[in-house]
């Protein structure tokens, strides 16, 4: 008597032919896959060796930990500077030099340089030269005197003046009734090589409590 096939036998054979159909698509998946990553890693090296040939060789940058400031020095001390001035004005005016060689013994005691003539003196006693600044020194004390005498004598110059005034006084509120300063002025002024010539001017123009003062021009004009 023939013996009936087992349906769990039809079963397995069924199940195998499914199982070889799905192994069958998961390698034919997983080789597609392996066929895209593949294309994909050319692609990126053909990309990445176009780049490199267009830039060409690249070195790296060398780092320098050091920052480099610029060296400003500082501004001067504006007090210190104008101190210093003062000190340089002050000094180049003396009070122990020695002026009554120097004068022209007439009642005025003017003053002219070597080269210079006398008819320098006249001219500029008589008022041809026009008086353009001045400066007063009356009520001063010497040494507030003689560098405000210094100070506008080097403005003076450099401004392009000639011809000068200062105001010493005539000793009319002093004790003794002595000009403290007539004397001081004309020492200050024989000792300033811008000075070329002065001379006590008319009564009409300071007489005795002044002296008019002519510059030298500056250098270069």
């Known amino acids: 008597m023939k013996r009936a096939s087992s349906p769990a036998n039809k079963l397995s054979l069924t199940d195998l032919a499914g199982l070889r159909d799905q192994l069958k698509h998961e390698t034919e998946a997983r080789e597609a896959e392996r066929q895209r990553a593949e294309a994909a890693a ?7 060796n176009v780049f490199r040939a267009c830039i060409g060789e690249v070195s790296a940058l060398r780092q320098n930990k050091r920052v480099e400031h610029p060296r400003n020095p500082p501004a001067p001390d504006p007090v210190h500077s104008r101190a210093e001035e003062q000190t340089v004005l002050r000094d180049s005016l003396s009070d122990e030099f020695d002026v009554d060689n120097l004068l022209e013994t007439d009642d005025t ?7 210079i003539g006398d008819d320098v003196l006249k001219k500029l006693r008589r008022g041809e030269w026009a008086t353009q600044d001045q400066i007063d020194l009356h009520g001063m004390r010497r040494e507030e ?20 005034r200062v105001i010493h006084g005539k000793g009319l509120g002093s004790p003794d009734k002595t000009p403290v300063l007539k004397g001081k002025v004309r020492s200050w002024l024989v000792q300033k090589e811008e000075v070329i010539a002065f001379v006590e001017p008319r009564n009409t123009a300071g007489g005795a409590g002044a002296v008019l003062v002519l510059l030298r021009q500056p250098y270069g004009s």
């Open 42 to 48: 050319r692609k990126a090296a053909e990309e990445a």
């Open 109 to 115: 005691l003017s003053y002219r340089r070597p080269g």
């Open 145 to 164: 005197a003689r560098e405000a005498l210094a100070a506008f004598l080097r403005r003076a110059v450099q401004r392009g003046i000639r011809c000068v």
